[in-house]
T-cell receptor
Framework: AQSVTQLGSHVSVSEGALVLLRCNYS??????LFWYVQYPNQGLQLLLK????ATLVKGINGFEAEFKKSETSFHLTKPSAHMSDAAEYFC????????????WGAGTKLIIKP | NAGVTQTPKFQVLKTGQSMTLQCAQD?????MYWYRQDPGMGLRLIYY???????DKGEVPNGYNVSRLNKREFSLRLESAAPSQTSVYFC?????????????FGPGTRLTVL
């Protein structure tokens, strides 16, 4: 069965530093990949998604992610962290074997240090 | 556009009590979902409705029932609440339920079962 692994339940970076949040999936068939963000006490909202077009996907708020088939990864990056980026980030995949339902990672809480 | 709305925002139940969580969307979406979110576990799908008139079990359906009342509304019922159902519940909707669809989330219901 498909699984999604997010490395690090908490990631702490300084304001202005590079943000890197890691996501790996287990499928041998390239799935469709998503990053969602959850701000405190809110629902989730889509940051970006990969749907087999360009492997480098740009999202909202300056985030981007690169699909690397050889590494089964879809890591999320942002060149310069802002205090407003403090949130929990979820990676998710969908594929035929899961009836196209989303399989979610456990989430990574991003902490921004002033 | 209100998007996806959920009621109530908070609820405390005693073991064995019943309640219904309400969800409505005003985006004319065909598909709707109920998730639960527990710390360190990401989101787990309870039930989904691919279209009006259909419902299907997700990953963790035991102890829950759903009703797709019409295209806009999708309710989740706990018939006899248990402490293991203490969680944050999210309703979501998407246009077609396809594998590249964006899901839009409500603000969540925080449920505590004593």
């Amino acid at each position: 069965a498909q699984s999604v692994t997010q490395l690090g339940s908490h990631v702490s970076v300084s304001e202005g530093a590079l943000v890197l949040l890691r996501c790996n999936y287990s499928s041998s068939v390239p799935p469709y990949l998503f990053w969602y963000v959850q701000y405190p006490n809110q629902g989730l909202q889509l940051l970006l998604k990969y749907t087999s077009a360009a492997t480098l996907v740009k999202g909202i708020n300056g985030f981007e992610a690169e699909f690397k088939k050889s590494e089964t990864s879809f890591h999320l990056t942002k060149p310069s962290a802002h205090m407003s980026d403090a949130a929990e980030y979820f990676c998710a995949v969908s594929e035929r074997d899961s009836n196209y339902q989303l399989i979610w990672g456990a989430g990574t809480k991003l902490i921004i240090k002033p | 556009n209100a998007g996806v709305t959920q009621t109530p925002k908070f609820q405390v139940l005693k073991t064995g009590q019943s309640m219904t969580l309400q969800c409505a969307q005003d985006m004319n979406h065909n598909s709707m979902y109920w998730y639960r979110q527990d710390p360190g576990m990401g989101l787990r799908l309870i039930y989904y409705s691919a279209s009006e008139g259909t419902t299907d079990k997700g990953e963790v359906p035991n102890g829950y029932n759903v009703s797709r009342l019409n295209k806009r509304e999708f309710s989740l019922r706990l018939e006899s609440a248990a402490p293991s159902q203490t969680s944050v519940y999210f309703c979501a909707s998407s246009e077609y339920g396809g594998y590249t669809d964006t899901q839009y989330f409500g603000p969540g219901t925080r449920l505590t079962v004593l």
